[in-house]
């Protein structure tokens, strides 16, 4: 990771300024939603720590403004307010870096960093290794090679394949000696792709740091599409639920628990057949995903649940976790009972737990029993309660 003396040598620019509008949507795409924000809020939010100069177009100013204040409040803010500055842009992007890397001329800086306001994925890892190639080079830039075969076309047809020797796609943030760069923006005329071209005009040699597919620049609606998903990967989802769950014995001479048919001197008393683990398990999943429990799903004034095999509720609640897009990462059954014991059950029942939710790894499905010495109405075998916790995650 970047040292302190290397960020406080090292201005980052974010140029928020273009207007391209090919992803779609109206907003520049820059300024659009990206997971709990705005694109350019993640994108300046990677450069946490660093003094950055933004530059944006002046319509954009009231826009930015807020972005700063929410990037700078919070419990945990990403700057202080001093660290983050506005700068209008120019006629082309070339001109907007230029009024920049002017504006910060007297800032003492050694390095500086510039970078696409619509590439919000940059990491860390990659900035420190194009602040550390700087202490050797004068120029770096992330660029990844070239994979896919090239071809050249016109009016959707192919009209020759195009060798892929030696290309590369070039990404940012390009990285520069700041002096360097600037008497490079100073010399250089028009507009330019990148600073990279501008950097060589002036006959800077520019070295390849390996980039990041991550690190993609939002162009097509295909690609937000992407960034989302990398960004709920990043803000991780998780729920916990607990169940409980209580039936009174009654005539019998089995017990279902957990699926599994265990004989026993006495029956569950239910509406169901009573599979008091199952009901606390499934409530559990209920719980986590804020659905209340089986009753609401399956109603006891519901004659058709009568006798239900419990498998149905469960098998119920997992699959509406897996529409809301989370998965269980594990859980938690314990039964309370005296008898019968549980022990040389607990392996098939914890198959059958997973059988039913479709889960093949059954180490992350736990089935235990307490006794609760004889203690309470557990204890005087008047009936059996069972507990349950699960964890589910955003898949
Ligand atoms: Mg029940």
């Not at 120019?90 to 306001?117: M, P, Q, T, Y």
């Not at 050797?136 to 050249?152: E, F, S």
Request: charged share 20%; hydrophobic share 45%.
């Amino acid at each position: 990771m970047t040292d302190p003396q290397q960020i406080d040598d090292t201005l980052i620019i974010v140029t928020a300024a273009g207007r391209g509008s090919r992803a779609g949507g109206g907003l520049p795409k820059q300024w659009r939603p990206l997971g709990k924000g705005l694109v350019i809020e993640h994108t300046l939010a990677a450069f946490s720590g660093f003094r950055v100069v933004l530059t944006i177009q002046p319509d954009d100013q009231e826009l930015a403004l807020s972005v700063i204040r929410n990037l700078c409040a919070g419990p945990s803010p990403k700057f202080s307010s001093n660290q983050l500055t506005i700068v209008h842009g120019g006629n082309s992007r070339a001109a907007s870096v230029r009024n920049a890397l002017e504006a910060a001329s007297n800032g003492g800086f050694k390095n500086v960093l510039i970078h696409d306001g619509a590439r919000p994925l940059v990491s860390a890892d990659l900035i420190a290794r194009l602040i550390q190639k700087l202490g050797t080079y004068p120029a770096a830039a992330p660029a990844l090679a070239v994979t896919d075969a090239l071809w050249r076309g016109a009016d959707g047809q192919v009209e020759a394949p195009t060798p892929r020797d030696n290309l590369w796609r070039a990404q940012t943030p390009q990285a520069f000696h700041f002096e360097a760069i600037l008497a490079a923006h100073r010399a250089y005329q028009g507009d330019a792709a990148d600073d990279v071209e501008v950097a060589m005009a002036h006959g800077l040699d520019v070295q390849i740091v390996e980039g990041e597919e991550n690190n993609l620049k939002l162009t097509w609606a295909g690609d937000f599409a992407r960034a989302e998903a990398i960004v709920k990967g990043r803000d991780m989802d998780i729920r916990i639920g607990n169940g409980y769950d209580v039936h009174a014995f009654t005539e019998g001479d089995h017990v279902w628990l957990c699926g599994v048919k265990i004989p026993h001197h006495k029956a569950l008393l239910g509406h169901s057949d009573a599979d008091v683990g199952m009901h606390a398990l499934t409530d559990a999943i209920y719980g986590a995903l804020a659905e209340g429990d089986i009753g609401r799903h399956f109603p006891p004034s519901d004659p058709q649940w009568k006798g239900a095999a419990s498998w149905i509720f469960l098998d119920h609640a997992i699959k509406l976790a897996r529409a809301r897009g989370y998965e269980l990462s594990n859980c938690d059954v314990t039964l309370i009972c005296e008898r019968p014991k549980i022990g040389p059950h607990a392996k098939a029942m914890q198959d059958e737990l997973a059988r039913i939710m479709e889960i093949t790894q059954t180490g992350k499905i736990s089935v235990k029993a307490t006794t609760s010495e004889r203690l309470g109405f557990t204890g005087r075998e008047e009936g059996i309660a069972a507990v349950a916790t699960v964890l589910l995650v955003k898949a």
